[in-house]
Nanobody, 120 residues
Framework: QVHLVESGGGLVQPGGSLRLSCAASGSFASINVMGWYRQAPGNQRELVATITGGETTSYSDSVKGRFTISRDHAKNTVYLQMNSLQPEDTAVYYC??????????????WGQGTQVTVSS
């Protein structure tokens, strides 16, 4: 079972920055794609950014150029550096990862979410 723990959310003024972290722990053979999603009140959960095991990244158009996703393979941790934050970035941010279990079956796992609020 894979457990994801997120941290780094909070309240920030427009134009400010935050860095989110998500660490994976538990029993697994490998971690493949790690990503960040967000869900604002009344909206569906949407993809923000992903990074593969080979460190290929992708971003939603709404955050491209402002957010940067990265990962530390040794720590099984993914980061999301968020710059130039705007009120529309306010949401609960969720970490998601896919990979292989010890038994070599595929899995995906979600974190519990961390609140990001952009407001003056």
């Amino acid at each position: 079972q894979v457990h994801l723990v997120e941290s780094g959310g909070g309240l920030v003024q427009p134009g400010g920055s935050l860095r989110l972290s998500c660490a994976a722990s538990g029993s697994f053979a490998s971690i493949n794609v790690m990503g960040w999603y967000r869900q604002a009140p009344g909206n569906q959960r949407e993809l923000v950014a992903t990074i593969t095991g080979g460190e290929t990244t992708s971003y939603s158009d709404s955050v491209k150029g402002r957010f940067t996703i990265s990962r530390d393979h040794a720590k099984n941790t993914v980061y999301l550096q968020m710059n130039s934050l705007q009120p529309e970035d306010t949401a609960v941010y969720y970490c998601r990862t896919t990979g292989l279990t010890i038994a070599r079956s595929s899995f995906y796992s979600w974190g519990q979410g961390t609140q990001v609020t952009v407001s003056s």
